[in-house]
């Protein structure tokens, strides 16, 4: 089955929103079907990486050889005004990727880029610079977890169509690493959406496909065409779990090196997405930003993978020791609490603090954190015998659900990836912002396929902020597989059982569409009705604004 877009597609899509077709998108989606394009550009085009008076344009170019790839960048969608031009050579030791960081642009502009290769020209992408000075509102499409053979990356054309997105963050699992028989390989084959390669990806040559696979899609193509990207990584780009020594999912005796296989992880991804190299002094694990828009908002993307992360507590190991709640007391103190474990790098706490520093002295109302796992503390509540339907589940399911259902008889955390698996640095996170004057953070969060809206308290039980989860693009709910009204009963009674818990759903597919002002931030549930299909409405699924008091944030 072939992803296919259609202007009643777009049409019916935008309705359900509210957002209306922009011309933009039905210009990009006419060059996509143009097959010359297809061939010579078949990963379309992406910009990204913005600051004041730059941003990266990307495309690749599908030919051998060492081509000449030109490009020009313009004030209007027909080209008529050119600001500037260059060229550069494509050649395989990057893959034929091309990366051009555009310099001497007006801050706050929109801009229109394209490429030419052997007489065949790419779709046009649009693309933006960080505003500077006074800035009345700025809106942003939170993204994150979109698993290629799980589904359609139908939030994608819905982000690409809206007009009033001005940049989107992307919060990681940007790819997903599995073969033909991995996560979701029955998926994979009743859509006709299965991995490339088919095995799981460890080489250089491995990952460089894979990317190009998601660059191919469709919906991918249209979204980076119409806004510049904000990336960061979480663990997908390389494999599950990582930590600085090894990963859950990697297996040294079988699949080499780790240290080789995260080198390869993180080369392919500087290739194929939009993001400039790391200034001089700086490795390419070192992938966080800040950003700054105007007087209104920063953004500082984290690091949490590669710089500083110990290795992850595993339950399994400690089943036999957590046998009452003085053990489980005893075990959330002195193994998850210890106050050794690190998840970011001296050098991330550092960048996070001087960018806090930075975010007070402008003044700026909103300071916002890209962080790729889950922050609020978030304990399993005990749910024996109150889920609806349990004897219905298979017994392979059954053994799954076995899982949460030993953390709820103990008051333990949902996950051990997520910060919750690391309270000590996360109190450390807290810490830092507090030396800075701030207890406001608004944290943007991806990760855990599920929406979530959140109250962030220190150990004090004082508040933090607020932090935004967003649900996977095509990635399914954790929930999901024990049906419908276990996940909405397990949802409900986690918002019921955790303090810093306001509401959850496991349920959607989509993303989060975040509008800020001065006085207040809106945040707007946006989800698919399916990813199973290209043909989908959308919905909005809850909508919440965020306002200050006293120095921190509240949901009005």
């Known amino acids: 089955m072939k992803h296919s877009l259609s202007r009643r597609h777009f049409l019916r899509a935008a309705a359900a929103t509210g957002v209306a077709l922009t011309g933009w998108s039905s210009q990009v989606m006419t060059a996509l079907a143009e097959s010359n394009r297809r061939e010579m550009f078949s990963h379309g085009v992406a910009s990204g990486d913005p600051t004041h008076n730059s941003v990266i ?22 080209f008529k005004q050119l600001l500037q031009r260059g060229s550069i050579t494509a050649n395989a030791d990057r893959d034929h990727t091309i990366k051009v960081d555009v310099r001497n642009l007006e801050p706050g502009k929109t801009y229109y880029y394209r490429f030419r290769c052997n007489g065949v020209v790419s779709e046009p992408g649009r693309t933006r610079t960080l505003p500077s000075g006074s800035l009345d509102k700025l809106t942003l ?11 359609y990356f139908n939030a994608y054309e819905v982000i690409a169509s809206d007009p009033d997105v001005d940049f989107v963050l992307h919060l990681g699992d940007y790819i997903y690493e599995y073969g033909h028989d991995g996560w979701g390989a029955e998926s994979g084959v009743e859509l006709g959406r299965q991995h490339q390669p088919a095995h799981e990806i460890v080489s250089l040559a491995d990952y460089r496909e894979r990317h190009g696979q998601y660059k191919g899609d469709t919906a991918s193509r249209l979204m980076h065409a119409s806004h510049p990207l904000i990336p960061t990584w979480d663990d997908h780009e390389s494999t599950n779990n990582p930590y600085m020594e090894g990963a859950q999912n990697h297996q040294p005796e079988t699949e080499g ?13 500087y290739e194929w997405m939009p993001i400039r190299e790391p200034a001089p002094g700086m490795s390419r694990e070192q992938l966080w930003r800040h950003f700054a828009f105007g007087d209104l908002a920063s953004l500082t993307t984290l690091e949490t993978r590669h710089t500083g992360r110990d290795k992850q507590i595993d339950y399994s190991d400690h089943e036999s020791s957590i046998k009452s709640p003085q053990q489980r007391d005893e075990f959330l103190a002195n193994v998850l609490g210890n106050p050794e474990r690190k998840m970011l790098s001296a050098d991330m706490e550092q960048f996070f603090a001087n960018s806090m520093k930075d975010s007070v002295s402008q003044q700026r109302p909103w300071k916002l954190i890209g962080n790729q796992i889950p922050m609020a503390r978030t304990h399993m509540p005990n749910v024996r015998g109150k889920l ?9 399911v059954l053994q799954q659900l076995g899982y949460y259902l030993k953390a709820g008889d103990y008051d333990l955390p949902l996950f051990l990836d997520t910060w919750d698996g690391y309270p000590a640095a996360r109190e450390r996170f807290y810490q830092l912002a507090q030396r800075q004057g701030v207890s406001d953070l608004l944290v943007l969060t991806g990760d855990s396929h599920s929406f979530w809206a959140n109250q962030l308290f220190d150990r004090d039980s004082k508040p933090m902020g607020v932090e935004l989860g967003t649900t996977g693009i095509s990635s399914p ?31 959607h597919r989509g ?7 001065h006085k207040s931030a809106q945040a707007s549930f946006i989800a698919v009705d399916t990813v199973k299909s290209n043909r989908y409405k959308a919905k909005l699924v809850k909508q919440l604004n965020i306002k200050k008091r006293a120095g921190s944030l509240y949901y009005a």
């Not at 090196?257 to 991804?269: E, F, L, N």
């Not at 993303?511 to 002002?517: N, V, W």
Request: aromatic share 10%; with cysteine; net charge negative.
């Open 57 to 78: 344009i990307w495309t690749r170019v599908s030919v051998p050889g060492q081509p000449l790839v030109s490009w020009e960048l313009a004030k209007d969608g027909a």
């Open 141 to 151: 499409a939170i993204a994150s977890c979109s698993n290629f053979p799980f589904g």
């Open 257 to 269: 090196d780790w240290g080789s296989r995260r080198q390869a992880s993180v080369r392919a991804y």
């Open 388 to 396: 609806p339907g349990v004897a219905n589940l298979s017994s392979e």
């Open 477 to 507: 709910g954790d929930f999901e597989i024990y049906g419908t009204e276990i996940a909405k009963v397990m949802d409900r009674m986690t918002a019921e059982h955790n303090k810093e818990v306001t509401w959850a759903d496991c349920l």
């Open 511 to 517: 993303f989060i569409k975040l509008s800020l002002t």
